[in-house]
């Protein structure tokens, strides 16, 4: 019985220490997310990117306090440290199965208009200076997309028709010899003409959406991941709150 739970305390003390790690992970990308060093939250100006972002450093500093707890009541035996290890951790893992759900549940409500008119309303052009027009450009380009739903939503008495009348979209909706902002446009003036070789007809929403749902895999995979890996260390803190003195 000894060796048994020699081994579930060592075991015990791995999960942990791969918790431990993967709370500190979680605080660096909530650190920064929450500085937006490519000044995302400018593209999309909604404030459930910064609670989105402080979301993840509590649960990156809840991971690494529980990972912490749970090593020293395994090493030391400790029972009350056990007792409250595991209380802790059937709190974050009830929270988390509750966030998955209203996420399963929810997912279907972001639409393209949500971004449809923070883009017609604060868009400038090509040559615009401001954070918000510059990274619209440089998505456009890469990804070789127009627009949220197409280049028609520079149109509708948005603020990028209102600075350029002549203009029907902007030169970042045209194909180039290369996805890259310094590369030449292959033909300005059939891309005005509405030149399906020349213009990028795909809305950016749908695109992004597509290449999130392709590798959509990753993630889940990681948080499941994380789920098991808090469901072992519940099971082993209970085995070692009911067998030390």
Partial sequence: MMRVLDLVKYLMFVFNVLGFGGGICLLTVGIWAAADPNGFQSIVSSPLLTIGAYLIIFVGVALAILGFLGCFGAIKENRSTLLLFF??????????????????????????????????????????????????????????????????????????????????????????????????????????????????????????????????????ACGLGVLAIEMFAMFFAFCLYRYYD
């Fill in 87 to 220: 209380v802790l951790v059937f709190l974050v893992f009830s929270v988390e199965i509750v966030a998955a759900a209203l996420i399963l549940v929810n997912r279907k409500q972001i639409k393209a208009e949500f971004f449809l008119s923070d883009l017609q309303r604060n868009y400038q052009g090509d040559n615009a200076s401001d954070v918000f027009s510059t990274s619209w450009n440089t998505i456009m380009i890469a990804f070789s997309c127009c627009g949220i739903s197409g280049p028609d939503d520079f149109g509708n008495c948005s603020h990028f028709q209102e600075q350029q009348p002549d203009e029907l979209w902007p030169r970042a909706c045209c194909t180039r010899e290369r996805p890259l902002h310094v590369a030449h446009l292959l033909d300005w003036n059939l891309c005005r003409q509405r030149d399906p070789k020349y213009l990028n007809s795909q809305g950016c929403f749908s695109t992004i959406a597509w290449m999130l749902q392709k590798y959509i895999s990753i993630p889940g």
